[in-house]
């Protein structure tokens, strides 16, 4: 994809809205059979003998997008291939991606046990996942501007990617600088937008084709984590060896678990 600025290179596609739409609107899973259909959508894409008669309080109260995911078996889902991530993130619509079924209620139950645990997923994920936590329950501070100094980032694994193609590894920058958005429209500043892009351009384009990355941020309705400044980075079949490099050797919670 070309960035806008751009139109004469390739370079990394780039997605940054916060644009109202339905996100329950668009049919994002196929039909599934009869059988499951009859099914309550908590007690699909688990053995029988893990059923229950009510639903397990993790999944009350899910939106309807949520829903028809949880409704669907596994084995009728359809991963998202690369040129529908690209089309995803050219267009806007960031909220057409989606979990593998079970991987959603997994995430869904997860997320229900950390905020018991530490109270909250932001506590838990500046202690535990960025080791940002110096003890003494201070906010997040960062040592310079955005992108001045490498301590002020961390690269990691996203714990629960979204269903894509499983040669495209979904990667999460996390800054300890907040990504100046514009009051007036909700996007990125013209500023910000051409810092993000310059420090993926040097971090992740030295080593993957430009045309096998994508980046965008999510709306702030749809950040799981909205009290640390984040970008979502996505590479198709990129070196496994750099990507073990540029996240320091991470491992995903979803394969820990």
């Not at 992740?204 to 984590?225: D, I, Y």
Request: aromatic residues 12%; negative net charge.
């Amino acid at each position: 994809m070309l960035h806008h600025g751009s139109p004469s290179r390739p370079t990394i596609a780039t997605f940054n809205t916060l644009t109202e739409v339905d996100a329950d609107s668009v049919p994002i899973f196929r039909e599934h059979s009869r059988t499951t259909e009859s099914l309550p959508y908590w007690l699909v894409n688990i053995p029988r003998s893990q059923w229950t008669a009510e639903c397990p309080s993790f999944l009350r109260d899910q939106s309807p997008k949520n829903v028809r995911g949880l409704s669907t078996p596994d084995h009728h889902y359809t991963r998202q291939d690369w040129e529908l991530v690209k089309e995803i993130v050219r267009t806007n619509r960031i909220d057409r991606f989606q979990r593998v079924p079970s991987e959603l209620r997994k995430y869904l139950e997860y997320m229900a046990h950390i905020k018991a645990e530490y109270g909250s997923v932001l506590r838990f994920m500046v202690k535990e996942r960025l080791g940002w936590d110096d003890g003494n329950g201070k906010a997040v501070k960062p040592r310079g501007g955005p992108f001045e100094f490498e301590d002020d980032i961390k690269i990691i694994y996203n714990d629960w990617p979204y269903g894509v193609d499983k040669d495209i590894i979904h990667l999460v920058v996390w800054t300890k600088f907040e990504l100046e958005d514009d009051p007036a429209t909700g996007y990125l500043t013209t500023g910000a937008q051409a810092a993000i892009e310059s420090y993926v351009q040097d971090t992740f384009c030295t080593r993957v084709p430009p045309e096998q990355v994508v980046w965008f941020k999510n709306w702030k309705s749809l950040k799981s984590v909205p009290g640390v400044e984040h970008f979502h980075v996505m590479l198709h079949r990129p070196d496994m060896e750099f990507v073990g490099e540029i996240t320091r050797g991470d491992v995903p919670l979803i394969e820990r678990l």
